[in-house]
Each structure stands twice: as C-alpha cells, then as structure tokens.
C-alpha cells in the first residue's frame, strides 16, 4: 500500500441518483415525471392504442415544479421514463436580507443562507409583509435534481 492519503470531496447525497426509472404506462397524473431534464408534475396523460408496429404511446404534458413552464412529452408506454426525486422540507424563516436571500433555521438548528426569495409575486408578498409584520413564518422547501425553491408558507403566530 502506499503512504499517500487519500481525500474525497464528500457530498451531503452519497451519490444517490437524482432520479429513478419508471416504466411510462405506470406513471398517472400528478406524479412526477422529467421532461427535457426539467422536473415536472404530470397534469395531463393520454395513452394511445397499440399501431401497425406495435407499442402504444403516452403523451404527458408536465409543468416544470420551478419555473411553471408547461413541456409535453410522448414516450411508448413500456419504456423506461426517468422520475425525480422530489422533496418537501419545512424551515423555520429566520431573515430576510436586502440582495434577496433568505435565512433559515434547520431541523438540527443550523441555518441555511443560500436560498433566493420566491419568483411567484404572490408568494413574495406574503412573505414579506409577514416577516415585516413580526409573525413566525415557516417555509416549505421543495428540492429536486439539485435545485431548491420556497414553494409555501404557514403561519405559526406572533413571536
């Protein structure tokens, strides 16, 4: 053996895949399902019948869960389709700074500081007027293939 050390870049996932295979016929609507590397949730799936040759189709229209765009996809429904890996976590929100970053407080008291503010007008009110008026806030984070935006937010009362 050699007397070099040896050192990894370590990674929080352990290398797990950001997605899994599912064959397309088995995925329904408001499952999730990738389309042109974007994770989507299923709104919409059509199969069409067996042709001349012999596989039938799903077409999926999808929404991207991040930036909302709407991509179809048709794919023969004994195919393989790639399916995210989509979670929900719930941070406690601690801060909000002026360049559009949030600061929130994790399960294990950490804090998280490198999430934007949401893109959703909507939403972004909520927040601000919320945390500009004293209440506890609690974010709901969706994260998949590597990307993590606030998707929701509960009001847990005055602190």
Same mark, same amino acid.
């Given at each position: 053996?050699?007397?070099? !050390?040896?050192?990894? !870049?370590?990674?929080?996932?352990?290398?797990?895949?950001?997605?899994?295979?599912?064959?397309?016929?088995? @995925?329904?609507? *408001?499952?999730? @399902?990738?389309?042109?590397?974007?994770? &989507?949730?299923?709104?919409?799936?059509?199969?069409?019948?067996?042709?001349?040759?012999?596989?039938?189709? &799903?077409? $999926?229209? #999808? @929404?991207?869960? $991040? *930036?909302?765009?709407?991509? !179809?996809? @048709?794919?023969?429904?004994?195919? *393989? &389709? /790639?399916?995210?890996?989509?979670?929900?976590?719930?941070?406690?929100?601690?801060?909000?700074?002026?360049?559009?970053?949030?600061?929130?407080?994790?399960?294990?008291?950490?804090?998280?500081?490198?999430?934007?503010?949401?893109? /959703?007008?909507?939403?972004?009110?909520?927040?601000?007027? #919320?945390?500009?008026?004293?209440?506890?806030?609690?974010?709901?984070?969706?994260?998949?293939?590597?990307? !993590?935006?606030? &998707?929701?937010?509960?009001?847990?009362?005055?602190?």
């Amino acid at each position: 053996m050699s007397d070099e !050390e040896h050192h990894f !870049e370590s990674k929080a996932d352990a290398g797990a895949s950001k997605t899994f295979p599912q064959q397309a016929g088995t @995925i329904r609507k *408001n499952g999730y @399902i990738v389309i042109k590397a974007r994770p &989507c949730k299923v709104v919409e799936v059509s199969t069409s019948k067996t042709g001349k040759h012999g596989h039938a189709k &799903c077409h $999926f229209v #999808g @929404i991207d869960i $991040f *930036n909302g765009k709407k991509l !179809e996809d @048709i794919v023969p429904s004994s195919h *393989n &389709c /790639d399916v995210p890996h989509v979670t929900r976590t719930d941070y406690q929100l601690i801060d909000i700074s002026e360049d559009g970053f949030v600061s929130l407080l994790t399960e294990n008291g950490n804090t998280k500081d490198d999430l934007r503010l949401p893109t /959703d007008e909507n939403l972004l009110a909520q927040i601000k007027d #919320g945390f500009e008026s004293g209440k506890d806030l609690v974010v709901s984070v969706m994260s998949s293939m590597g990307e !993590e935006q606030i &998707c929701a937010l509960k009001d847990i009362g005055p602190k």
